[in-house]
Each structure stands twice: as C-alpha cells, then as structure tokens.
C-alpha cells in the first residue's frame, strides 16, 4: 500500500509554492540588479545636487 498523506500539509505546501512562484515572477517583473540601484542612486545624487546648486538665496 501507499504511504498515507496528510491532507491539510499537501493543501498548505501547495499554497506557499503557489505564493514563491507568485514572489518569483514579481521579482523579475519589478526587480533591479544591484548595479541599477547603484546606477539609479548616483544619478539621483547627481541631479540633487544640480537642482540644489541652482537655487537662489534671498
């Protein structure tokens, strides 16, 4: 005979695989490379920068 299985922990494994792959396809949806950050941070920085250096003092 086959082992028996535990109806409620296949139910609760079935629903976190669903959710990993959900997280997974979210990740390489809206996800960036840490060189992005990087890359999007100091242009951030630089542009700060510019905007702060245009302002006028009264």
Do not use: V, Y
Not at 26 to 40: F, V
């Amino acid at each position: 005979m086959s082992e028996p299985i535990n109806l409620n922990r296949a139910r609760k494994q079935r629903a976190r695989d669903e959710k990993r792959m959900q997280a997974d396809a979210n990740a390489i949806k809206h996800g960036q490379s840490k060189a992005e950050k990087i890359l999007n941070a100091t242009s951030n920085a630089k542009a700060a920068r510019a905007l702060d250096q245009h302002k006028q003092e009264e």
